[in-house]
């Protein structure tokens, strides 16, 4: 039985997290200060669970809650491109600052490894698909400078003081539990609720960006065979976290359209500042250093999420 704290467990990915820990039988401690976690998210978990509410930024807590803790996954940060756009400050206070911290508590407290939540933001636009970890970052947001940032201090925590660390570069994770209803929601979750709603979507640009859809059981896979890899395969290291495929805005757009019978065409706004055009990740690096497949493919993983969509919010009838 590992002793694993979750950061922002109360979140999207990071309750899934949470959960799969708990059915093979690891204690679990989750930090989070619900920003943007939700407590409902650990609904029938509270009883079994060490909670933590602490800020990232507040080093003496995160310090506190790495104590006794063998393994972290780094889950905590402000998400969100347009978010950092608008208030970089706080974004790098959480996402770099905050990061920093939970090293620090890592590193005193003799944690063995930590696995960070890196972004394929990363990649930018620079030319050449699918992404490989060997390119040269070229970020184009505060918050894919962040989590570059983030990368960097894990690498160096890894060569200087011996912590383990692993970064798993997402690729537009989605799934159920992720936040339909903030303005800086990810554009599945914001689509289906909108469509449910029947309200109209809007997508930013002409809908031809192309995007390594991913579902969140993926992910939580990811995460736990890194955890077990040997520090030969993997300390130290970076990793694409993906499908392998390329779907565009349109067809998801037109995809969950589908699964909720809504007959509307869709509507096109402005494209948006630091949005990357194109992702499509290799995942061979995973596949050799901790035996990564994807479980869940695209159309299914869609077929789940508005399935979940659907049961958490039913539309409303309307008033006579």
């Given at each position: 039985?590992a002793?694993?704290?979750?950061?922002g467990?109360?979140?999207?990915?990071?309750?899934?997290?949470?959960r799969?820990?708990?059915?093979?039988?690891?204690?679990?401690?989750?930090?989070?200060?619900?920003?943007?976690?939700?407590?409902?998210?650990?609904?029938?978990?509270?009883?079994?669970?060490?909670?933590?509410?602490?800020?990232?930024?507040?080093?003496?807590?995160?310090?506190?809650?790495?104590?006794?803790?063998?393994?972290?996954?780094h889950?905590?940060?402000?998400?969100?491109?347009p978010?950092?756009?608008?208030?970089?400050r706080?974004s790098?206070?959480?996402?770099?600052?905050?990061?920093?911290?939970?090293l620090?508590?890592?590193?005193?407290?003799?944690?063995?490894?930590?696995?960070?939540?890196?972004?394929?933001?990363?990649?930018?636009?620079?030319?050449?698909?699918?992404?490989?970890?060997?390119?040269?970052?070229?970020?184009?947001?505060?918050?894919?400078?962040?989590?570059?940032?983030?990368?960097?201090?894990m690498?160096?925590?890894?060569?200087v003081?011996?912590?383990?660390?692993?970064?798993?570069?997402?690729?537009?994770?989605?799934?159920p539990?992720?936040?339909?209803?903030?303005?800086?929601?990810?554009?599945?979750?914001?689509?289906?609720?909108?469509?449910?709603?029947?309200?109209?979507?809007?997508?930013?640009?002409?809908?031809?960006?192309?995007?390594?859809?991913t579902?969140?059981?993926?992910?939580?896979?990811?995460?736990?065979?890194?955890?077990?890899?040997?520090?030969?395969?993997?300390?130290?290291?970076?990793?694409?976290?993906?499908?392998?495929?390329?779907?565009?805005?349109?067809?998801?757009?037109?995809?969950?359209?589908?699964?909720?019978?809504?007959?509307?065409?869709?509507?096109?706004?402005?494209?948006?500042?630091?949005?990357?055009?194109?992702?499509?990740a290799?995942i061979?690096?995973?596949?050799l250093?901790?035996?990564y497949e994807?479980?869940?493919?695209?159309?299914?993983?869609?077929?789940?999420?508005?399935?979940?969509?659907?049961?958490?919010?039913?539309?409303?009838?309307?008033?006579?």
């Amino acid at each position: 039985m590992a002793k694993v704290l979750v950061t922002g467990g109360a979140g999207f990915i990071g309750s899934h997290l949470v959960r799969a820990l708990l059915e093979r039988g690891d204690s679990v401690r989750v930090l989070d200060n619900f920003a943007t976690g939700k407590p409902r998210n650990l609904d029938g978990m509270l009883d079994v669970i060490d909670l933590r509410e602490v800020d990232l930024r507040d080093a003496d807590g995160v310090r506190a809650a790495c104590a006794g803790m063998e393994y972290i996954l780094h889950q905590g940060a402000l998400p969100s491109v347009p978010r950092s756009v608008q208030d970089p400050r706080t974004s790098h206070e959480v996402n770099v600052n905050g990061t920093f911290n939970v090293l620090e508590g890592a590193r005193l407290e003799g944690v063995r490894r930590v696995l960070y939540a890196a972004s394929s933001s990363a990649y930018g636009d620079q030319p050449g698909f699918p992404r490989v970890e060997t390119m040269v970052p070229q970020p184009l947001s505060p918050y894919a400078t962040q989590k570059l940032t983030g990368e960097l201090y894990m690498q160096t925590y890894w060569r200087v003081y011996g912590v383990e660390t692993v970064c798993l570069r997402y690729f537009n994770i989605f799934g159920p539990r992720q936040d339909a209803e903030s303005a800086y929601s990810g554009v599945m979750a914001r689509f289906a609720l909108q469509m449910i709603r029947g309200e109209q979507p809007t997508i930013f640009g002409d809908g031809l960006q192309g995007r390594d859809f991913t579902y969140v059981e993926n992910v939580v896979s990811a995460n736990l065979k890194s955890m077990s890899a040997p520090a030969t395969s993997v300390a130290g290291g970076v990793f694409n976290v993906a499908c392998g495929t390329r779907h565009t805005l349109l067809e998801t757009y037109s995809g969950l359209a589908r699964l909720l019978t809504y007959p509307h065409p869709v509507l096109h706004g402005p494209a948006r500042d630091g949005d990357v055009r194109d992702s499509l990740a290799d995942i061979q690096a995973a596949r050799l250093a901790f035996g990564y497949e994807p479980l869940i493919g695209f159309a299914e993983g869609l077929r789940r999420t508005v399935a979940w969509y659907r049961k958490e919010y039913p539309p409303q009838e309307a008033e006579h």
